[in-house]
């Protein structure tokens, strides 16, 4: 897949773009089902499939104060999207001057000059331009005039109520990791770096690695069973606490990761989380002796459920 910044109003000449624009934070299954839309229509003929999104997310720029943690870096947005058979992400960097185009300007300038798309995907409920002045009637109208056809999917559903960025973030807040693949049809995933810390878990016979990770959004804090992914390897059985690490004084939020089976140096490594569930909330602990004892069951419990099919 080909990741380009779109700087300039120039056409870039793929052949016969069927796209589809939006944020794409977490690229949630509602996202997926606008893309494989796309990718279908480009397979069937022979065109280029394009997803448009924007960086920075556009609330950063509007409204800073009330803009909500990221779900992905655009790293990770841009190999979900390769996975789902995207030709190319067109990143366009969003600005005041991007906010205050009209709808016409903007189908005229960014769809047909710039991608020179024949088809938008878009969902029902899309809007773009100033004050998100155009709708999907609009947005057909203005495709009628510059030569691209408009396709438009209802909100996909997930216990009755549509699938969405926010029911996500609101889910990994409250630590339910077990609800995030029915929005996202995968877990939930952080990355990082390992580095060196306080060398707690070691004294407790229990290696941590420490990960700094790169991702805005983490679950809630808990314990958490999941898989660990070293770079250029396969998972690895883990449990994962996310905290302050109350029983030694509350100290930085840390997300610190105990492989099962795993025997070898980890820092300065690259580490992918994905959460499979939560065992139990973060808590204070009388002494070193009683969080080593619910470690103990923490892990037995870990690896309970990261054996079942």
């Not at 120039?10 to 016969?16: D, K, L, Q």
């Not at 109208?141 to 960025?165: C, N």
């Not at 029911?167 to 339910?176: F, H, I, P, S, T």
Request: some cysteine.
């Amino acid at each position: 897949m080909e990741l380009v910044r779109l700087e300039s109003a120039s056409r870039r000449g793929w052949p016969a773009p069927a796209m589809t624009v939006g944020n794409f934070d977490g690229v949630h299954l509602g996202h997926q089902a606008l893309v494989r839309a796309a990718v279908a229509d480009a397979r069937a003929r022979g065109g280029t499939a394009v997803v448009l999104t924007f960086d920075p997310h556009p609330s950063r720029v509007l409204s800073p104060h009330r803009a909500p943690s990221a779900l992905m870096t655009l790293e990770q947005k841009a190999e979900v999207l390769d996975a789902l058979g995207v030709d190319v992400l067109a990143v366009l960097p969003f600005t005041l001057e991007l906010s205050r185009m009209s709808p016409e300007e903007f189908a005229r300038r960014v769809l047909r000059e710039e991608v020179g798309a024949r088809l938008v995907v878009v969902g029902a409920n899309f809007r773009f331009g100033r004050a998100r002045a155009g709708d999907v009637a609009r947005l057909r109208e203005l495709g009628g005039e510059m030569g691209f056809a408009v396709e438009a999917l209802p909100p996909l559903l997930h216990e009755g109520e549509p699938i969405s960025s926010s029911r996500v973030r609101e889910a990994l807040a409250r630590g339910a990791v077990e609800v995030v693949p029915a929005l996202l049809g995968r877990r939930c995933f952080v990355d990082g770096t390992v580095m060196r810390g306080a060398g707690r878990g070691r004294e407790l016979g229990i290696p941590t690695a420490n990960l700094d990770v790169i991702n805005e959004t983490l679950p809630g804090g808990g314990v958490y069973a999941a898989w660990a992914r070293l770079e250029g390897g396969g998972p690895e059985r883990a449990v994962v606490n996310i905290g302050r690490r109350p029983t030694f004084g509350a100290g930085e939020l840390i997300l610190e990761a105990h492989l099962l089976d795993f025997d070898g140096d980890l820092y300065g490594r690259r580490l992918r989380v994905e959460f499979q569930a939560r065992l139990r909330e973060e808590r204070a602990f009388s002494g070193a002796s009683a969080l080593r004892e619910q470690i103990g069951r923490d892990l037995a419990e870990a690896r309970r459920l990261l054996s079942e099919p």
